[in-house]
């Protein structure tokens, strides 16, 4: 049985720009308790509000999902996004496809380049920890031998990679432009590792 949270996001995914009372007429709930679930469904980033001009007066309030509350149900953008892979593959060479991912990942990496101008290695490595989070990674890293060792926990990838293993290139890509160091990948979970572990080693300074 669905959760009061969970009829209200899917109202809202049926019928966005919802106000409160129109959630509270589609689940059967008082206002004051929609209102409640909207702040904390707004807290936990599914939902945000919208103010809409509706006639003279004051503009009301309407409730959107955001991009992270629309993940929270099924869709087809895996199945879509295999099958797109697939194609690519048999009209383009292979080389050419694991340098369209490796641009992909430049691309990115050129958004924060301002971002990490002047911070050490390891400020660079909290950086793309958070980064990588935003995209939808679990990232750890450790310094072990002299050495930083980044672990991804957990990758949105994996299920696309098992398919087609290319698209790993993003994230090691992404991580080598970020440290301005090659990440060498040790550990994969495609190849049965708990995680997938980059090391990087880094530059010793001359004296």
């Given at each position: ?25 589609a ?15 707004q ?30 149900f ?65 990232v ?20 696309i ?6 698209v ?40």
């Open positions: 049985m669905k959760s009061t949270r969970d009829k209200i996001l899917q109202s809202l995914l049926k019928k966005p720009k919802s106000t409160i009372n129109d959630l509270a007429e689940v059967g709930i008082n206002p004051i308790s929609v209102r409640h679930h909207l702040t904390n469904l807290m936990e980033g599914l939902v945000e509000s919208q103010e809409e001009r509706h006639g003279v007066g004051r503009p009301r309030l309407v409730y959107v999902l955001t991009d992270e509350g629309m993940e929270h099924p869709t087809r953008y895996l199945r879509l996004t295999t099958r797109l892979i697939s194609q690519m593959k048999e009209t383009i060479p292979g080389p050419m496809v694991s340098k369209l991912f490796g641009q992909i990942a430049e691309d990115l990496a050129n958004e924060y380049v301002n971002d990490i101008k002047g911070l050490s290695m390891e400020e660079r490595l909290d950086f793309v920890k958070e980064m990588l989070a935003q995209e939808g990674f679990t750890e890293w450790e310094k072990k031998d002299g050495q930083y060792q980044i672990h991804e926990i957990s990758c949105p990838y994996y299920q990679g098992v398919a087609h293993p290319e790993c290139t993003v994230d090691q890509t992404l991580i080598s432009k970020m440290l301005a160091l090659p990440a060498n990948k040790v550990q994969c979970i495609l190849s049965g590792g708990a995680y997938c572990t980059y090391v990087v080693q880094p530059i010793e300074k001359t004296k």
